[in-house]
């Protein structure tokens, strides 16, 4: 499973675009980038997944530029709401795969202020 | 309303009293895992099943047992708790090739 590298923490305001970068430079040709969140207490909540370019949602969008050696999850415009831990995973999808063990990096703590 | 559910949320037990923590989804999913969360260390896998009657260690096994019995439960056994074993778990499952894993709302394990 390649390994991850994100910034300990990051702070900002609420209204403003977040950009949260991971970076993976071992990642392999078959593996996909997952994001999730987690608030304290509680379990993570998956944010976004995706393989190469871009992938939005209701949530989120992740940027994965051509190589793939890192991602960036960007939130817009942030409220109190989004102050959580946010963590970025990289493995691959195939069934019964070492893919079953999932490993979480440390995490980006993100702290939004008034 | 999908969902995972793990009892009980918390407990405060003593050295050497073995207890289980139940681990129940109504997804149908066939992949489950359980996690502990410790301060500094994040998230770390202790065990995780691929289906019924299949599972296999995690990082972080010692002390620890499981059983897929059904496709809905997976407990986590510990036989003999150790204070090192004070710590946030959480239950997970997903559909086996994807990354979209829900969580359970947590046990918080104190052993003294």
């Known amino acids: 499973l390649a390994k991850t590298t994100q910034p300990i923490s990051m702070d900002s305001y609420e209204g403003q675009e977040v950009n949260i970068t991971c970076s993976h430079n071992?990642?392999?040709?078959?593996?996909?980038i997952t994001w999730y969140q987690q608030f304290p207490s509680q379990g993570p909540r998956f944010i976004i997944q995706?393989?190469?370019t871009k992938v939005t949602n209701e949530v989120a969008s992740l940027f994965i530029p051509a190589d793939r050696k890192s991602s960036t999850l960007s939130l817009p415009r942030v409220s109190l709401s989004d102050t959580a831990v946010y963590y970025c995973l990289v493995g691959p999808q195939e069934r019964y795969s070492s893919a079953s063990k999932i490993i979480f990096g440390s995490g980006t703590r993100l702290s939004i202020r008034p | 309303e999908a969902q995972v559910t793990q009892n009980p949320r918390y407990l405060i037990t003593v050295t050497g009293k073995k207890l289980t923590v139940t681990c129940s989804q109504n997804m149908n999913h066939e992949y489950m895992s359980w996690y502990r969360q410790d301060p500094g260390l994040g998230l770390r896998q202790i065990y995780y099943?691929?289906?019924?009657?299949?599972?296999d260690k995690g990082d972080v096994p010692e002390g620890y047992k499981v059983s897929r019995k059904e496709k809905r439960n997976f407990p986590l056994i510990l036989e003999s708790p150790s204070p090192n074993q004070t710590s946030l778990y959480f239950c997970a499952s997903r559909v086996n090739r994807n990354y979209e894993q829900y969580f359970g709302p947590g046990t918080r394990l104190t052993v003294t």
């Open positions: 071992n990642i392999a040709t078959n593996d996909y």
């Open positions: 099943s691929m289906n019924v009657e299949v599972t």
């Open positions: 995706g393989y190469k």
